[in-house]
């Protein structure tokens, strides 16, 4: 086998692991495939013959390909927006591979990381997620390794809601939210009116709904039977902390759309209000469950 062949053997039987890297990176399985092919193109052109770590030298062009698209969007102001003002209707379904990638790597976890800088994404997902060294993140970042390291653990503050967090919630109160988010996604009426109070409120943002459906609903027996309409778009959520207070985010393909804030009093949900509005949506501190 030539040694072009042989590099690119090599290549394709590293395209997963690059694959995986950039789906986590970028957050999109088009934009992550785009990134590796990019690689490739690059590292084929290159000289190879004095590289001693294949896979972690693809790692790191494939990485230096998605800083640059990270960098471009930030340049473009780019920010994941709700739907056309019907977000809670039930959502085109995403590809079935970006589904299984989102469902694999956490909604909450991409929709966390689109929240970083792109020097702290790249820092975080190499160390945490691949276990890549400092130093050389440091220099894929053009930074000292003690540099790479803290954006890295600036980004694990961020994704825990920060050093000053000063409420999370309580574990039952998080086992509340996740069985209400499976009760909706399933339709299961009886399970959701044993999870809401009896006088429950729901809140939405008139982004989120048509005219036709109002923005204050009350009694369980109400919203229960909405959330049932809505069952599409609970599959695209998972539970994170809002604000410090148990919640959700729906996240078609680990986009963020729609965010829900639950006020649990005991062992019954009393109040849902659901955020959409785009500069609400930039307010909201979020953060990965504990």
């Known amino acids: 086998m030539k040694a072009d062949e042989s590099l690119a ?14 789906y986590r990176l970028l957050g999109s399985a088009d934009d992550a495939d785009d990134a590796v092919q990019a690689a490739w193109l690059k590292i084929d ?29 930030r340049r473009r102001g780019e920010v994941a927006l709700p739907g056309d003002g019907s977000a809670l209707a039930p959502p085109a379904p995403p590809a079935e591979d970006e589904a299984l990638l989102a469902d694999s790597v956490g909604r909450a976890l991409l929709v966390l990381l689109d929240r970083l800088s792109p020097a702290q994404r790249v820092a ?23 540099a790479a390291k803290k954006l890295a653990s600036r ?41 809401l109070a009896p006088d429950v409120v729901r809140r939405v943002d008139r982004v989120l709904v048509p005219e036709g459906v109002a923005t204050e609903l009350r009694g369980a027996r ?15 959520g998972a539970v994170a902390v809002v604000d410090g207070a148990p919640g959700a985010v729906i996240a078609p393909a680990g986009r963020l759309q729609a965010v829900l804030r639950l006020d649990i009093d005991g062992d019954r949900i009393r109040g849902i209000e659901i955020i ?5 949506l930039a307010a909201v501190t979020l953060a990965l469950p504990g």
Do not use: K, M
């Open 222 to 236: 109400a919203v229960a039977e909405e959330t049932r309409i809505f069952a599409a778009r609970a599959r695209a």
């Open 124 to 146: 975080f997902v190499l160390h945490d997620l691949f276990a890549l060294p400092f130093d050389e993140i440091g220099r894929l970042l053009e930074r000292s390794p003690s």
């Open 45 to 73: 052109r290159a000289d190879s013959h004095e590289v001693r770590n294949l896979t972690g030298w693809f790692t790191t062009v494939t990485a230096r390909e998605c800083l640059d698209q990270l960098r471009a969007r």
């Open 276 to 280: 959409g509005d785009p500069r609400r």
């Open 155 to 195: 980004a694990r503050e961020r994704l825990r809601g920060g050093p000053s967090a000063e409420r999370a919630p309580s574990a039952e109160q998080l086992r509340i939210a996740d069985a209400f988010l499976a009760a909706s996604r399933g339709g299961d009426l009886p399970a959701l009116l044993d999870l």
């Open 9 to 22: 053997a090599r290549f394709d039987a590293d395209r997963p692991h690059l694959r995986a890297v950039a």
